[in-house]
């Protein structure tokens, strides 16, 4: 079973942006769909952002124009640029198998995650 790893949180000031990785241990092209996710503090965690294998994207309204989700299957990443970072972007965040997540529900496996923290 492919893991994956996310990294590139940090804190950053409003208006800031960041870079998130999410890399696999195998290759990521058997994902069908990779997707991001975040958990705010005292939140339940959210999906964020979607690609699937040929790179067609989806985002969650919230960050729809200021988050660009993008795999590079040679790379075996996938990865989140955010931009225009604001304080409720403060979160966890998390990438995985999006049909995984949606089949096993609260079975489903979770990495660490990358802390975000939008302050001044």
């Known amino acids: 079973q492919v893991q994956l790893v996310e990294s590139g949180g940090g804190l950053v000031q409003p208006g800031g942006s960041l870079r998130l990785s999410c890399a696999a241990s195998?290759?990521?092209?058997?994902?069908?769909?990779v997707g991001w996710y975040r958990q705010p503090p005292g939140k339940q965690r959210e999906w964020v952002a979607s690609?699937?294998?040929?790179?067609?994207?989806n985002y969650a309204n919230s960050v729809k124009g200021r988050f660009t989700i993008s795999r590079d299957n040679a790379k075996n990443t996938v990865y989140l640029q955010m931009n225009s970072l604001q304080p409720e972007d403060t979160a966890i965040y998390y990438c995985?198998?999006?049909?995984?997540?949606?089949?096993?529900?609260?079975?489903?496996?979770w990495g660490q995650g990358t802390q975000v923290t939008v302050s001044s």
């Open positions: 195998g290759s990521i092209s058997g994902i069908y769909v």
């Open positions: 995985n198998d999006v049909q995984s997540v949606a089949r096993l529900g609260t079975r489903a496996s």
């Open positions: 690609v699937v294998r040929g790179g067609s994207a």
